[in-house]
């Protein structure tokens, strides 16, 4: 049974950091790229980071580039996106996503919230 299970969203202030994590089961994580995508209420979801498997190349939204980091760990199925100075406008749901040639696999969502 596959599983991804995001976790470390919550209410943070302007400027404020918050890390991300996805806990993965069921398929081969290290053989899949993983991304993190984000829908804001009324919005389309867009890919906010993504992290190859092999070798861990990785690309950003631009929206996002200097300010958040992406990264994964195979030896636990973990992916992670740590996100700092936060802004009112990264307020969203963010999703964790496996990809690979026959498959694509989506997690549950957690939500940021970034208000004064």
């Known amino acids: 049974q596959v599983q991804l299970v995001e976790s470390g969203g919550g209410l943070v202030q302007p400027g404020g950091s918050l890390r991300l994590s996805c806990a993965a089961s069921?398929?081969?994580?290290?053989?899949?790229?993983m991304s993190w995508y984000r829908q804001a209420p009324g919005k389309e979801r867009e890919l906010v980071a993504a992290?190859?498997?092999?070798?861990?190349?990785?690309n950003y939204a631009d929206s996002v580039k200097g300010r958040f980091t992406i990264s994964r760990d195979n030896a636990k199925n973990a992916l992670y996106l740590q996100m700092n100075s936060l802004k009112p406008e990264d307020t969203a749901v963010y999703y964790c996503?496996?990809?690979?040639?026959?498959?694509?696999?989506w997690g549950q969502g957690t939500q940021v919230t970034v208000s004064s």
């Open positions: 069921g398929f081969t994580f290290s053989r899949s790229v």
């Open positions: 996503n496996a990809w690979g040639p026959s498959f694509t696999y």
């Open positions: 992290i190859r498997s092999a070798g861990g190349s990785t």
